[in-house]
């Protein structure tokens, strides 16, 4: 008789209203139990109220009392931790179609449909995008999805790659190419085929967008200078600014580089042929001349020309550094001119070394590691591959050449892409100057470092590279890596501003415009200054899409390594490997570490740590790890780690710090 009376209903709505509510997000646990999380406290969630949300779910809900506990009741979804996911195939004991989220946190199955569009067949473990369609917070229903995209099939051994590309809602694709390129600049070029230009790169590489050319300048019969000529490839001269090929580009805004391959931000036939330059093919292309004394310092504005070049020799990373290393057997360049520009090149990147190590900052010494893979996608191997002096050559001459493009475009253009960062993070200016009196500052020093490091001189760039001058003599990364914390983000803007982290009054690259959109932006501004043509100042939006696409760009380069590390690494556990690591993060979790011989991330639970919990503290100021009140642990120590758990399900891997 009570079952549907309205005064029953209406009091139990006013008692439940009159009980404490809250809001916050859903943490879930491996039992079925899980908390809700606010930003005061964390609640128990039991099971019957863990099947009505999922983890990271933003819920209100009513705090009730069961005896002495307090728990939480959801009541009201607030926002979803799914819309469009990932997932893989299932299919029960029924044979009714379900996913499994592709998430570490999220373990139940949820039943789903395919949508109409979907007409492949799918099959136990393909990996699939999918809609949440249904919540019971929301619809009063069960979690249900719809699948309507096939990624790819469970035994593709390149999911890493389609997976990840998908996660990010990023192409597979090149991109679409037209069925001819004619040429659209109108405006004459200087002949420079008769310049000796080389390209340097790795031997694989198609998309050559760089050549280097260099002669001494000479007063009175002797040399006092040198002249360096960038040539870069020029992309802009095939694709009209109203193209689909341009709007393409915008959107992606990069080549994705992947291990094994990459994915064009142009059309193939663009990047890897017509505009590449290529031996003995006659290109066109944007060129910078640069002129410095023999210290390395720039002594003439730059010159922009637009022009023809043939590069006279394809050189290869390796070999260049193998020769001009001495290296027993090395290679040797086919003639004579080539040997030149390799020795001019140099010495002009020894002096351009020096002259950032004095008036600039010079980039810390790390490996890039590089995945060797089979032609099934498996990883053969993992290479830490040092930066050697051929590199430094491209690296240098392309540094300095997007120097003069700054100078150029702030004074010609009154605008451009500039490549800017502004240091330390204001809010976090003082918690710097702290850090760095707490570790370099003495009873003798003292009051000279509070002038040196004050907010004031650490918020310029003279202060700032004064400040990273002092830390380099350090051998261990703590410093460094403590300090990176207090940074901000770099940033594109339109107008010029300083790059703290090079150490420079203004950058803007123009050297790479077959992979980069910031770039192609920048060859249009040049080039119609230097034929007076109109040109607009770089939108907000162009700005803010380039900044979110290197983001993304980022996490999926992070998101495939880190899966391609778990295959690599899962049959070290049984053998017991032992790897030297250095200290990334300290958590209350943990620590993350780092393999310095193949640069997997790894985490040692605190748990491996020490055995009593209660007993540790984390200094987030220090990012260390105390047990028992001494220090154990901190960021940039080097320790020696032996892995006993590898999931690439989660792709995550665990270790023991060995004592």
Not at 53 to 69: C, F, N, R, Y
């Amino acid at each position: 008789m009570f079952q549907n009376n309205p005064l029953l209903s209406q009091l139990k709505q006013q008692i439940r209203d009159s009980k404490p509510h809250v809001e916050g997000v859903v943490k879930g646990s491996d039992k079925a139990f899980g908390f809700l999380e606010t930003d005061k406290k964390s609640y128990f969630l039991p099971p019957p109220a863990m099947k009505k949300v999922m983890h990271g779910d933003k819920i209100k809900a009513v705090i009730e009392t069961v005896g002495d506990k307090e728990q939480a009741e959801p009541e009201e979804l607030i926002e979803p931790m799914l819309t469009r996911f990932l997932a893989k195939v299932r299919f029960n004991k029924d044979k009714k179609l379900q996913v499994l989220v592709d998430h570490p946190q999220i373990n139940q199955p949820i039943g789903a449909n395919q949508a109409n569009k979907l007409k492949e067949e799918l099959q136990e473990g393909d990996w699939v995008v999918a809609q949440l369609k249904t919540h019971p917070l929301r619809d009063d229903r069960f979690f249900f999805a719809q699948i309507t995209d096939l990624i790819c099939r469970a035994d593709d051994e390149f999911a890493p790659w389609w997976v990840t590309l998908a996660r990010h809602e990023q192409s597979r694709y090149p991109v679409a190419g037209a069925e001819d390129y004619p040429m659209l600049d109108q405006q004459p070029r200087d002949d420079l085929t008769d310049l000796h230009f080389v390209t340097i790169d790795s031997e694989s590489t198609q998309d050559m967008d760089d050549a280097l050319f260099i002669e001494p300048i000479e007063t009175a019969g002797s040399q006092t200078g040198w002249r360096l000529v960038v040539a870069i490839a020029d992309p802009t001269a095939y694709i009209a600014p109203d193209s689909q090929i341009e709007q393409d580009a915008k959107q992606r805004c990069f080549t994705n580089y992947l291990p094994g391959f990459n994915i064009p931000m142009l059309p193939r036939e663009l990047s890897d042929e017509r505009c590449s330059l290529m031996e003995n093919e006659t290109r066109p292309a944007l060129v910078c001349y640069i002129e410095t004394d023999l210290q390395g310092n720039i002594t003439a504005k730059p010159r922009f020309v637009c022009a023809s070049i043939r590069s006279k020799a394809k050189l290869a990373y390796n070999k260049v550094s193998d020769y001009l290393e001495g290296q027993a057997d090395a290679w040797q360049p086919e003639n004579t001119e080539t040997a030149t520009q390799i020795q001019r090149l140099h010495q002009f990147t020894l002096a351009r070394i020096e002259w950032r190590k004095t008036h600039s900052l010079l980039f810390k010494e790390k490996p890039d590691y590089s995945f060797v893979l089979a032609e099934n996608g498996k990883v053969a191997d993992i290479k830490a591959e040092h930066r050697r002096i051929a590199n430094q050559i491209v690296e240098e001459s392309m540094i300095i050449a997007n120097i003069c493009a700054a100078q150029y475009l702030a004074e010609t253009a009154k605008c451009g892409i500039f490549n800017t960062h502004s240091g330390f993070d204001k809010k976090f200016l003082e918690n710097a100057r702290q850090f760095l009196l707490a570790n370099l500052a003495n009873d003798e020093n003292r009051a000279e470092l509070e002038e040196r490091y004050s907010v004031e001189n650490l918020s310029t760039l003279e202060g700032y590279c004064r400040m990273r001058h002092d830390i380099e003599p350090f051998n261990s990364d703590f410093l460094e890596l403590r300090l990176r914390r207090f940074l901000t983000f770099a940033e594109f803007k339109a107008e010029l501003a300083p790059h703290f982290g090079l150490g420079l009054s203004g950058y803007a690259t123009w050297t790479s415009p077959i992979r980069k959109y910031s770039d192609m932006v920048n060859h249009r501004l040049i080039k119609a200054s230097l034929t007076t043509q109109v040109y607009e100042k770089p939108q907000e939006a162009v700005l803010a899409r380039l900044q979110e696409a290197r983001r993304q760009n980022r996490l999926v380069e992070r998101d495939i390594a880190d899966w391609l590390y778990c295959r690599y690494l899962a049959d070290k556990v049984e053998i017991n490997t032992e790897f030297e690591a250095e200290v990334q993060d300290v958590m209350r979790g943990g620590l993350r570490v780092q393999l310095l011989e193949n640069g997997a991330s790894v985490f040692v639970p605190a748990s491996n740590l020490h055995a009593n919990k209660e007993e540790m503290a984390v200094n987030s100021d220090e990012i260390a790890l105390y047990i028992n009140g001494e220090r154990k642990y901190k960021i940039g120590d080097i320790v020696k780690v032996r892995l006993t758990e590898v999931k690439e399900e989660t792709r995550s891997i665990i270790a023991d710090i060995l004592i």
